[in-house]
């Protein structure tokens, strides 16, 4: 019972270490988020790094003796931006090609973009949707809340990872110590084990 009892504690210990870990890591993101978002804004200003990087490549663009409008790595290297990251300068170039289409989406945007990439990926979403007629929407719409009713009815088994994962969230939300629920589970055990000596003793 002993070793039982230690081992429970070695859990809880484990497991509140791992609460504080994640928590931790939460606001190290919750931080960079913060941080990338304000660098967004100053890059993307009138005088920021992608603003000047897209212009400078759109001059070069529309000075390319090539066909395709493509720029050279010549000329990237003779105006000295070929070190620039090639995903960097494309996306650059692109926002200053849709400039005012990505300046409004901005400003109609509550949570804010943290990279181009971001800003690229929403905008691509967003005239996804438009391009969809509401019809199939609805219908989509329809079919999903089938299936998911459909799914709720049979109904599934929690695991034994649901159950614990149950039991330590219900401890958070109450404020009651994992060990005090892992005690409580052994002493359950210890009392099956003794009624069920007792009923073959009686039989």
């Known amino acids: 019972m002993a070793n039982s009892k230690k081992s429970a504690k070695q859990v809880g210990t484990t497991l509140d270490a791992m609460v504080a870990e994640g928590k ?18 100053s890059d993307t200003k009138a005088d920021g790094f992608d603003t000047r990087l897209g212009k ?3 001059q070069l663009k529309a000075q390319s003796p090539l066909d395709s409008g493509q720029i050279s ?11 620039i ?21 901005i400003k109609k945007s509550k949570k804010g973009y943290t990279s181009l990439s ?9 005239s996804k949707e ?15 809340a089938k299936a998911e009713k459909k799914v709720s009815d049979v109904g599934q088994k929690p695991s034994k990872d649901d159950i614990v994962q149950s039991i330590i969230k219900a401890c958070q939300y ?5 060990l005090d629920i892992a005690e409580a589970l052994m ?3 210890t009392v099956s084990e003794a009624e069920e000596t007792e009923t073959k003793v009686a039989a």
């Open 174 to 178: 109450s404020g009651i110590d994992l």
């Open 56 to 58: 400078l490549l759109q």
């Open 73 to 83: 790595r010549q000329t990237l290297a003779t105006y000295h931006v070929d070190k």
């Open 187 to 189: 002493e359950i055990d």
């Open 118 to 126: 971001a800003l690229q990926k929403a905008m691509s979403k967003a």
């Open 85 to 105: 990251d090639r995903r960097r300068r494309s996306e650059a170039l692109w926002f200053v090609e849709n400039e005012v289409a990505c300046r409004d989406f």
């Open 24 to 41: 931790a890591l939460n606001e190290v993101w919750k931080n960079r988020q913060t941080a990338q978002k304000k660098l967004f804004t």
């Open 130 to 144: 438009a391009d969809t007629p509401t019809e199939a929407k609805a219908s989509k719409g329809k079919s999903s």
